[in-house]
């Protein structure tokens, strides 16, 4: 049983600490909060062991009745990995000024830089790259988003050529200080960073990606166009997105018509958070035509990327060499569909 710490309890780091906790063979020592905020107070009722990453505020987490375990650095010296959650660019701080000096493996998010990092991670695509790695970086909710649905059509039929516009979400949904948001932002910056972080991780795939953000808290969408190399039809794409580990064709039947819906369905699976791991894609949107292979797809952002984190962990600390048993390990544990 490995021990697991998770620094920066937020969005992705409380999920993460979930997902790592049901598994039988890693387990979470503790995770970290800088202020003794509701979320503090949730974890320690949830059972984890906190741990205070400004020291000085150990009296505010008293006065608050929070029961703190150590500081972050106690809780480091603890650990064989740990789950580096904390806000884009702290992280790669982290790892030169902490990780690296006491020789402790670390997993950044998509909001660090590949560069900074050294190695970048999608299961289905390279777990094999990260064995043993000390420093992985798990890539953005967009680009596993992309890398999800790319991986099987490329397995099924070359790739020329991928575009893919990307409509982004303002803000997440516990964020009130970026709402309230009205208007359309377009990254003018072309391509946008997706496309170029897709080849962090398939590096020979010809994609070019452009991104909006648009006034919505629940998901991302992606509409993609790929050129193919090979005489695929729309039934053999839709048959690869039904074999793929974490790809959700969405049948017309269940009348999905939206993010909002695909939500719905989420809560009405009863998952913890209402959390949607899969990708969804809209089985009536899958079109070949004239060699080109049309699809949307969503993305929740808040949650995508959390069973890749404990593939990660299973490929960096050697506890699984295939990343398939690992990938159906973790598929099967968090009920993925
Ligand atoms: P968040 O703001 O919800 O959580 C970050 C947590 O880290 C907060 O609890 C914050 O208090 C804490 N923190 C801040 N500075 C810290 C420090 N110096 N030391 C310790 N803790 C610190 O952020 P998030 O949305 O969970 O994002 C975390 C990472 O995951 C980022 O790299 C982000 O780009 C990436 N990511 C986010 C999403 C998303 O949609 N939210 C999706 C995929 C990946």
Known sequence: MKNIGINGYGTIGKRVADAVSAQDDMKILGVTK???????????EKGYDLYISVPEREKDFEEAGIEVSGTADELFEKLDLVVDCTPGGVGAQNMNDIYKKIGLKAIFEGGEDHDAIGSSFNAESNYDANLGKDYVRVVSCNTTGLCRTLKPIRDISGIKKVRAVMVRRGADPNDAKRGPINGIVPSTTVPSHHGPDVQT?????????????????????????VEL????????????????????PLDPSLKIGSTAEIMEYAKNLGRSRSDMYEI?????????TDGELFYMQAVHQESDVVPENVDA??????????????????NKVMGIL
């Open 201 to 225: 991780i398939i590096e020979d795939m010809n994609v070019m990606t452009m991104a909006l953000i648009v006034p919505t808290t629940l998901m991302h969408m992606h509409n993609i166009m």
């Open 34 to 44: 800088r202020s003794p905020d509701f979320e503090a107070k949730n974890a320690v």
């Open 229 to 248: 190399e090979d005489d695929i039809t729309t039934d053999n794409v839709i048959d690869a997105f039904e074999n793929a580990y974490r790809v959700l």
């Open 313 to 330: 962990i299973r490929a960096m600390l050697e506890l699984e060499e295939d990343g398939e048993k690992s990938i159906l390990k973790t």
């Open 280 to 288: 969804p894609v809209w089985k009536e949107s899958i079109n070949v």
